[in-house]
Each structure stands twice: as structure tokens, then as C-alpha cells.
């Protein structure tokens, strides 16, 4: 098991990251956090919606080009809780299932970096999925533009356990993509996971504790 916190600190850029497990006490937990390299990506906030959350610009006047960046990461499906990095979080509910909605989705298009969409759903029962869509060809231009799909289904989660996915495994241009299985991680609160994610780069954290919702927002002073 590695440490959430330590690794964190030592990668300026993982991108957009998911983390679901169960805190210290035995509560299921899911963090959501989103970064930002450029002026558009950094003018952002999370705000709450009816079943969730959404991405919102910060300052609308700044506002470049909302697509890839204005979404919403969190949606409720049915007792379920979905969280993702994009839009793929519509297309899982509008389907009612996890698995068809990223069937149908692929990575993002936004070469050279082709990001991944990773994506989760919790179930009630604390079990839980995480999925990655990624480019087969990774950084190459020249490799395959196919889509891998990959799913990761636990039973659950011990306590102080979560397990960690992000879009990238650090900084770069371009930015190299995730790889691998779900890193198993020991499961810190959400002040520490906001305070170990790069000052310059961090921009918002969902955190959802047993239910209970706190937003961190960059841009609003947290």
C-alpha cells in the first residue's frame, strides 16, 4: 500500500484523479479532483447541482473553449454515485449502467496528450468500479487510435484503504497517460489531499464522506 499524500507531492501534474475507498473510521469515501495547466483549465470551480456536481467557470468573461473542461463530475444513478472526468458521467446515467455508458465513450480528443477518461461507480453496498479509457497508441502519432477499455471491480474496501486512479502519470508534453491497475492507497482526509496536490496547478476537490458533501475551490480561497 503506498501513501496517498507522499505521492501526491511528488507529481506536480497528475491530472484529474479519483480515489474511493473507506476512511479511517470504516465510512466509504470518494475524492474528485481537478487540475489545470493553462488560463481556461485553471478558471474553473465546482458547484453543487440537483443529483451532484458541475464544472463551472470561475470568471465567464475568461472563458475559452467550454468543451473538454465544463461538465459534470458527480451524478447520482438511482442509489448509485457516479464520478468521472467528463461528459462520460452523462452518457453513464442516461444508459442506467456504468459498463454500457463507457462501452460507449472513448478517450478524449485532445491530441498530442489523447487524456483518458477514468471514471467510478459506488453502489450502496460499498462495492465499487473503476474504469479507464485510453488510447491504445498512447503519445505516438503514428501508433493506433483504437480505444483500451479497462474496468476494476472491488467488493469493497478496508478501512483507512482507497485506490487511486488518474488521468496521467506526471508532467509533459505530452502528458503521459495513466497505466496499470488502480494504486492501492492509504486513505487520508480531504484536507490533506488538497493540501498535498500542487499549489500552482491544483484547482477544485470534491470530497463525500458517508454522504456528506465539502467542496475545495482554488479560485474561492480554499
Not at 463530475?73 to 446515467?93: C, F, H, K, S, Y
Not at 462495492?127 to 498512447?138: D, I, T
Not at 487511486?164 to 484536507?191: C, H, K, M, R, W
Request: negative net charge.
Amino acid at each position: 500500500m503506498q501513501d496517498l499524500v507522499e505521492l501526491l507531492r511528488s507529481n506536480p501534474y497528475p491530472g484529474r484523479g479519483i480515489v474511493v475507498g473507506r476512511d479511517h473510521a470504516g465510512t466509504q469515501a470518494v475524492y474528485y479532483w481537478i487540475m489545470g495547466r493553462s488560463a481556461n483549465s485553471r478558471n474553473r470551480v465546482f458547484v453543487t447541482t440537483e443529483d451532484g456536481i458541475r464544472t463551472q467557470a470561475h470568471d465567464p468573461s475568461k472563458l475559452e473553449d467550454p468543451s473538454l473542461i465544463i461538465y459534470h463530475p458527480v451524478r447520482a444513478m438511482g442509489d448509485a454515485l457516479v464520478v468521472t472526468n467528463g461528459d462520460q458521467t452523462d452518457t453513464i446515467v442516461g444508459k442506467g449502467d456504468f459498463h454500457a455508458g463507457c462501452m460507449a465513450r472513448a478517450y478524449e480528443p485532445d491530441a498530442p496528450n489523447f487524456t483518458p477518461r477514468i471514471s467510478c461507480v459506488i453502489s450502496p453496498d460499498g462495492s465499487f468500479e473503476l474504469s479507464l479509457l485510453k488510447r491504445q497508441g498512447g503519445n505516438d502519432p503514428a501508433a493506433s487510435d483504437r480505444c483500451v477499455r479497462e474496468f476494476f471491480a472491488y467488493e469493497g474496501a478496508d478501512a483507512r484503504t482507497g485506490y487511486f486512479i488518474s488521468t496521467y502519470q506526471g508532467d509533459g508534453n505530452p502528458l503521459p497517460s495513466f497505466s496499470g491497475e488502480p494504486v492501492e492507497v492509504a486513505l487520508p482526509a480531504a484536507d490533506k489531499i488538497w493540501g498535498a496536490l500542487d499549489a500552482d496547478n491544483k484547482v477544485s476537490l470534491y470530497a463525500n464522506v458517508g454522504g456528506e458533501v465539502r467542496l475545495y475551490n482554488k479560485n474561492l480561497g480554499d
